[in-house]
């Protein structure tokens, strides 16, 4: 009853699906198709994120604000946004059946969200305007539309880990609160009776309270050795208590809970990975089952070449007809022209590959001047470049520079010496260009070259603006002047890569790279809640002037802090005035847990609010977050080793090795040139065309965990489809591919 | 040639080394197994470790000292030291091939260590005696022989598993380094020229080496926020730089230290295991060379059971007999009368299983007094005192009790209330002692009995002391009252026996106990070479002065400090003055590196004294005890989740099964006594012996960390002979375990 082109657009929404590993059970009529399609195109994705990130920094210009702007204009801002949301929900709610719809909590959570800040604005904005003080509670509430308006699955993925360890955690944690409580307790009874002063003249442990919090805060190293200092100036037999207490709290609780929440996590992950290789092939199935025929002298249905190029063209329009042939000879490897359902289902994970395709192509100037750019001369210059010496010699000067740098620049010889670096630097670029071929030398893969040529040219750009701000209008721009600086150091990062060792860890730092970004992101969402409720508590207690000579600069115009030691550090930015800087000192307190001077403005149980935070930023997310860099070294750790082969690699391995025999062949690897989604080439120089895999890429951060886990996820597991499509098939095996020339 | 009687001490010899894994080739001479028996004799051992020890602890006497003692006397004393630790090596000479003594580094080691003390001593008498300054630098030297000179396997291979890690973390160190480098760069560059000034009001970050050692030290976050606050007053956006610095080397850096620590030290250490294991096999099996008989009927070389009893109780001597008909019956399990080599070679494991051989036994007071005890009131205590009601009553009155130590002791209520509570706790003991079989009550492996019945013994003594002085002289002994009060609150901890959760968390702590001990020694190492160092550079530069009121007590005694915050906060007595001192200032420093006041009173070059301090203890060591207890707790959770049995506890399962199964039907189980090694009981009473297998302990610590890495090991490992036994045999497979009545 279906047209064959709907049938092809269900098909590709389901192995695009697949690939990206969108989980969404959207209805499978033609117009929720249609609309799913909208939903996913990336203009929506990218208003929705821009909107979002309007409702977050809405912090920053309302009252306690960095620019205050009228209340009017934030509370349409805000209404705007709650509209775009609005927006987005519905068309969900569109797009997949009414019935899953309201079984999923992100979907409710959202609602609530948008209700709660609604009745918020409206109760706010009438008190407001009857001048009665309240409070814009609902603000702690926007983050919670990042975690789930947005497709941030790794984000959500993050909170399910930390919401999956919590148990675990708090069982250690309790155990962890009695250990504290029954040495405060000993604290108490040891030191309590003794008289003791501590630095600044009050009485030390005669308060119980007061001494769970220090030993609390010893647990963040924050106050050692002070806490300890007058027992110890009492007598040294006090410190084996202290040290007995560092050795069980600091060392011992704090390790366990790393182990807790690490093994949580690997074992969490483990599952939801599991079930994301479950629901990509299930999501296969389902689109071969669209596009299955029967072929005569076939037991089973199968899909032809031509419905497999039609659904490769459609979710893959950037691949080139080579790359695609390439593939399609990967998925029929016995060259029958129609392949069944088991090889199709491989194609998600063949499509995630990032195939780059190789072409030998000469140096633009060899056909421009062929008989200058093969002369001797010409020829000695490509031999020079390419020689190990090249990179030593611009190692070395990068070296000399870094010392040019260190010394006064306002010393003339030094100063101009910058234009000898930068021609320098330039002549390399140059020099590089001529040798290789340009295109390949601007690859999408060649990370150091790019980054190179921008940092040369840009302070190439600035240093040409300062000097000619410098000689035109007689001084010098601060700002420009600090670019300058930054771009020069930088430059310097360039050394580590001629190394082989540190490209190693190098690499595996830029790897887990956007893993990162979705750490930071939790960061944000915990930040933001707190910088919300710290600006409630804390705003205006603690200010800071500008103007050192202010008569309350020395104590933060707040009299509470006068000799406090808050105060006589210089904390006075440290505060909750508005957003940034509480961004910042929250920052600060992950680091080191300091509060006494807001517990002095407000009231001691100011202290809940800054050991809940320690509790949920250091003891989980730092936690979780280490987990995570563990894993990720021990995964690149294991498969540099041991040349481990994830079984996706291994298929491809074989034709790669092809590739690389060719090449040697040829003897052309300086002349090649990268293309990777090359549309405009000609299919005609099929020869000189080959593959290269860039297999230590993983274009998703799904991938990367995918592969952190794949080793311990059973085999049979793959072969297991949630729903309907109970039948189990077979993992395909690859173990001949052919090469179609 | 041989007499039998030097036969079976060689095997003896063997296996009993193989069942403690000690690894030395000794000479196989009739006189050389004596000597060597003699080398193993624990009179000699305990001997050699308190000379170790009394040599360690001349620090404490020597100049600095804590008690000082004239030159001749310390001089003397380590002299004696010297004389024992050569004759220990010596004996060990004496024991090994010359060949094999020489080719051993820790024997050269030793003989190193022993020649340059010596040297050192003769030149600072004589330098001394001439009263000319010289350094005892030799004293730095002393603690390698803990190292070396014991038989301290765990010591010696924390340190193997650190000198192996240390490749891979110098180059992760090089590139922490050289991002250190560029950041204090770029920090030079931005901050230097804008005049700012820190809170003590000299420049900020206006030369380099002071800026990349603050940045360093940010790294410990000891010095954070205060490094920052300078920059961040002038401009909010320099918080950026620093944030990214956090962010690089204070997270991500030392996650990869971690990472790498831990990985190293898993691959090495479960390769040094297995070497372990290997050697372990090639010693059973020269034991089974010696013993071996041939036959007739059998094509293999057999051992009778004749022959494996007398080794069993050579090697053994404090196990019964049923035990060892046990262990016999499981070797043999076809009940041949003799085994082969391959069920001979697992003896050295089966003898390191603990086996409880449980006794069913009444009550004492039952053969006493039967009408009584079995009366039905005595009947309702019983039944009372074994209800789940009566350790959540006592629960209870614990926690009353911790709000009662909470109160202060001089209200009379309160410190009378604690001759209540000491009654209770009195009668509770009684109750179960009324209940329970006493010799089962206080068994080896009831740690919480023990534990309750000493506190509150203690307790009980201490505060009748305590009150007798009190009426008698009219004082308290502020000693006394300490120890009263200590007691007290450790009566607390046994809350957390109750709650099954923490009894988990709190037995994996316990089991690991022993490998901190190893740890422990690992730091009093590294402390004390720093000790030493620290105490010739820093000796007397800060003094601490008991009387607040003595002129100098403001500054240390040292003008330079005047002023300087390392006085203001009252760090006084974080000194190198003594050797305890200097312990105790290490401990800080591990804890938060600060050492300005040191700098100051001396040199700036005495940070790297302390940034090498920071390297070695918390990069390398610390790193690795978090590795260990990370590891330790993944074994934890994996053997308590899946049930995961090693290959040796398997073997005993289905006897243990066997032992339950007949615990039902005799329905004894409370009134069961425990023995182990109990050599007096009767065997004539065999029906009513059971075995029970301490499943969960480990004897050893490698023991431990066999399991730890079993997993990980190939078993065809096992089968792999080091030297001259190059022939393989299979590893055995106990399926059918026999039991022989």
Same mark, same amino acid.
């Given at each position: 009853?279906?047209?064959?082109?709907?049938?092809?657009?269900?098909?590709?929404?389901?192995?695009?699906?697949?690939?990206?590993?969108?989980?969404?059970?959207?209805?499978?009529?033609?117009?929720?198709?249609?609309?799913?399609?909208?939903?996913?195109?990336?203009?929506?994705?990218?208003?929705?994120?821009?909107?979002?990130?309007?409702?977050?920094?809405?912090?920053?210009?309302?009252?306690?604000?960095?620019?205050?702007?009228?209340?009017?204009?934030?509370?349409?801002?805000?209404?705007?946004?709650?509209?775009?949301?609005?927006?987005?929900?519905?068309?969900?709610?569109?797009?997949?059946?009414?019935?899953?719809?309201?079984?999923?909590?992100?979907?409710?959570?959202?609602?609530?969200?948008?209700?709660?800040?609604?009745?918020?604005?409206?109760?706010?904005?009438?008190?407001?305007?009857?001048?009665?003080?309240? +409070?814009?509670?609902?603000? $702690?509430?926007?983050?919670?539309?990042?975690?789930?308006?947005? &497709?941030? =699955? #790794? *984000?959500? %993925? @993050?909170?399910?880990?930390?919401?999956?360890?919590?148990?675990?955690?708090?069982?250690?944690?309790?155990?962890?609160?009695?250990?504290?409580?029954?040495?405060?307790?000993?604290?108490?009874?040891?030191?309590?009776?003794?008289?003791?002063?501590?630095?600044?003249?009050?009485?030390?442990?005669?308060?119980?309270?007061?001494?769970?919090?220090?030993?609390?805060?010893?647990?963040?190293?924050?106050?050692?050795?002070?806490?300890?200092?007058?027992?110890?100036?009492?007598?040294?037999?006090?410190?084996?208590?202290?040290?007995?207490?560092?050795?069980?709290?600091?060392?011992?609780?704090?390790? +366990?809970?790393?182990?807790? $929440?690490?093994?949580?996590?690997?074992?969490?992950?483990?599952? &939801?990975? =599991? #079930? *994301?290789? %479950? @629901?990509?092939?299930?999501?296969?199935?389902?689109?071969?089952?669209?596009?299955?025929?029967?072929?005569?002298?076939?037991?089973?249905?199968?899909?032809?070449?031509?419905?497999?190029?039609?659904?490769?063209?459609?979710?893959?329009?950037?691949?080139?007809?080579?790359?695609?042939?390439?593939?399609?000879?990967?998925?029929?490897?016995?060259?029958?022209?129609?392949?069944?359902?088991?090889?199709?289902?491989?194609?998600?994970?063949?499509?995630?590959?990032?195939?780059?395709?190789?072409?030998?192509?000469?140096?633009?100037?060899?056909?421009?001047?062929?008989?200058?750019?093969?002369?001797?001369?010409?020829?000695?210059?490509?031999?020079?470049?390419?020689?190990?010496?090249?990179?030593?010699?611009?190692?070395?000067?990068?070296?000399?520079?870094?010392?040019?740098?260190?010394?006064?620049?306002?010393?003339?010889?030094?100063?101009?010496?910058?234009?000898?670096?930068?021609?320098?630097?330039?002549?390399?670029?140059?020099?590089?260009?001529?040798?290789?071929?340009?295109?390949?030398?601007?690859?999408?893969?060649?990370?150091?070259?790019?980054?190179?040529?921008?940092?040369?040219?840009?302070?190439?750009?600035?240093?040409?603006?300062?000097?000619?701000?410098?000689?035109?209008?007689?001084?010098?721009?601060?700002?420009?002047?600090?670019?300058?600086?930054?771009?020069?150091?930088?430059?310097?990062?360039?050394?580590?890569?001629?190394?082989?060792?540190?490209?190693?860890?190098?690499?595996?730092?830029?790897?887990?790279?956007?893993?990162?970004?979705?750490?930071?992101?939790?960061?944000?969402?915990?930040?933001?809640?707190?910088?919300?409720?710290?600006?409630?508590?804390?705003?205006?207690?603690?200010?800071?002037?500008?103007?050192?000579?202010?008569?309350?600069?020395?104590?933060?115009?707040?009299?509470?802090?006068?000799?406090?030691?808050?105060?006589?550090?210089?904390?006075?930015?440290?505060?909750?005035?508005?957003?940034?800087?509480?961004?910042?000192?929250?920052?600060?307190?992950?680091?080191?847990?300091?509060?006494?001077?807001?517990?002095?403005?407000?009231?001691?149980?100011?202290?809940?609010?800054?050991?809940?935070?320690?509790?949920?930023?250091?003891?989980?997310?730092?936690?979780?977050?280490?987990?995570?860099?563990?894993?990720?070294?021990?995964?690149?750790?294991?498969?540099?080793?041991?040349?481990?082969?994830?079984?996706?690699?291994?298929?491809?391995?074989?034709?790669?090795?092809?590739?690389?025999?060719?090449?040697?062949?040829?003897?052309?690897?300086?002349?090649?040139?990268?293309?990777?989604?090359?549309?405009?080439?000609?299919?005609?120089?099929?020869?000189?065309?080959?593959?290269?895999?860039?297999?230590?890429?993983?274009?998703?951060?799904?991938?990367?965990?995918?592969?952190?886990?794949?080793?311990?996820?059973?085999?049979?597991?793959?072969?297991?489809?949630?729903?309907?499509?109970?039948?189990?098939?077979?993992?395909?095996?690859?173990?001949?591919?052919?090469?179609?020339?």
């Amino acid at each position: 009853p279906v047209s064959p082109s709907l049938d092809f657009a269900l098909a590709t929404v389901f192995v695009s699906d697949a690939q990206y590993n969108r989980n969404i059970h959207f209805d499978s009529s033609p117009q929720a198709v249609r609309l799913y399609l909208l939903y996913n195109h990336w203009a929506f994705k990218v208003l929705l994120y821009f909107f979002i990130m309007v409702n977050l920094s809405l912090a920053i210009f309302e009252e306690p604000a960095v620019f205050l702007l009228p209340l009017w204009a934030t509370m349409l801002v805000e209404l705007l946004c709650l509209i775009v949301f609005t927006a987005r929900l519905v068309h969900y709610a569109k797009v997949i059946p009414p019935v899953k719809f309201w079984k999923d909590p992100k979907n409710i959570c959202i609602i609530a969200v948008l209700t709660l800040t609604l009745v918020d604005m409206i109760i706010y904005g009438s008190l407001e305007a009857a001048k009665i003080y309240c +409070v814009r509670w609902s603000r $702690v509430l926007r983050p919670l539309l990042l975690v789930n308006v947005t &497709e941030g =699955r #790794q *984000l959500r %993925r @993050a909170f399910r880990s930390i919401r999956n360890a919590l148990p675990q955690i708090f069982y250690v944690f309790l155990l962890f609160m009695f250990s504290l409580l029954v040495f405060s307790l000993m604290a108490l009874k040891l030191l309590g009776k003794r008289n003791l002063k501590n630095i600044e003249g009050y009485p030390y442990f005669t308060d119980y309270l007061e001494i769970v919090f220090q030993l609390y805060v010893l647990v963040t190293t924050a106050n050692s050795p002070d806490v300890m200092m007058p027992a110890y100036n009492a007598g040294s037999l006090f410190t084996i208590f202290f040290i007995l207490y560092i050795l069980i709290n600091t060392y011992i609780f704090m390790s +366990v809970f790393l182990a807790v $929440v690490y093994n949580s996590y690997k074992k969490y992950l483990k599952e &939801e990975i =599991r #079930q *994301l290789v %479950r @629901a990509k092939r299930y999501k296969m199935a389902r689109a071969f089952d669209v596009l299955q025929e029967q072929k005569e002298g076939c037991s089973q249905p199968v899909l032809t070449q031509a419905s497999w190029n039609h659904i490769v063209r459609q979710v893959r329009p950037d691949i080139t007809d080579a790359h695609r042939d390439l593939l399609w000879s990967v998925c029929d490897d016995k060259n029958q022209g129609v392949i069944g359902k088991v090889a199709f289902v491989q194609l998600a994970d063949l499509l995630n590959i990032e195939v780059i395709t190789l072409k030998s192509r000469p140096h633009p100037l060899q056909n421009l001047f062929p008989t200058i750019y093969l002369s001797a001369p010409s020829r000695l210059i490509c031999r020079l470049v390419q020689h190990r010496g090249f990179v030593i010699a611009f190692d070395l000067i990068i070296l000399v520079n870094a010392v040019f740098i260190g010394l006064d620049e306002e010393n003339p010889l030094i100063s101009n010496s910058e234009w000898g670096f930068l021609a320098l630097y330039m002549l390399e670029i140059l020099l590089k260009l001529y040798v290789f071929e340009p295109r390949s030398f601007f690859s999408r893969h060649s990370f150091w070259n790019w980054f190179d040529t921008l940092i040369v040219l840009s302070a190439l750009i600035a240093t040409i603006i300062n000097s000619a701000l410098k000689s035109s209008a007689g001084y010098t721009s601060r700002q420009i002047l600090d670019i300058v600086f930054v771009l020069r150091v930088l430059r310097l990062i360039r050394v580590v890569d001629s190394i082989k060792r540190f490209r190693i860890i190098i690499n595996t730092l830029i790897r887990i790279g956007p893993a990162i970004l979705t750490f930071g992101q939790l960061i944000v969402v915990v930040y933001y809640v707190f910088a919300i409720v710290g600006m409630e508590l804390f705003k205006n207690k603690v200010k800071f002037f500008d103007n050192s000579t202010h008569p309350e600069h020395a104590y933060c115009g707040n009299p509470l802090l006068k000799g406090h030691s808050f105060a006589q550090l210089g904390y006075c930015k440290n505060n909750f005035n508005n957003v940034v800087s509480s961004f910042i000192l929250l920052v600060e307190l992950t680091v080191v847990n300091q509060c006494d001077g807001f517990a002095s403005v407000t009231h001691v149980s100011a202290r809940i609010f800054f050991v809940l935070f320690h509790i949920v930023v250091v003891i989980v997310i730092i936690n979780i977050f280490v987990a995570f860099v563990l894993e990720a070294f021990f995964v690149e750790y294991s498969v540099d080793k041991s040349q481990l082969q994830t079984s996706l690699e291994k298929k491809i391995e074989e034709l790669e090795l092809a590739v690389a025999q060719e090449k040697v062949d040829d003897n052309l690897v300086n002349a090649m040139e990268t293309i990777v989604n090359d549309l405009t080439t000609g299919q005609a120089t099929k020869p000189n065309l080959m593959f290269k895999i860039a297999s230590k890429r993983y274009r998703t951060v799904d991938a990367l965990l995918q592969r952190m886990f794949e080793a311990d996820i059973d085999p049979e597991d793959f072969a297991e489809i949630d729903e309907s499509q109970a039948r189990s098939f077979e993992n395909p095996v690859f173990d001949t591919v052919l090469w179609r020339g």
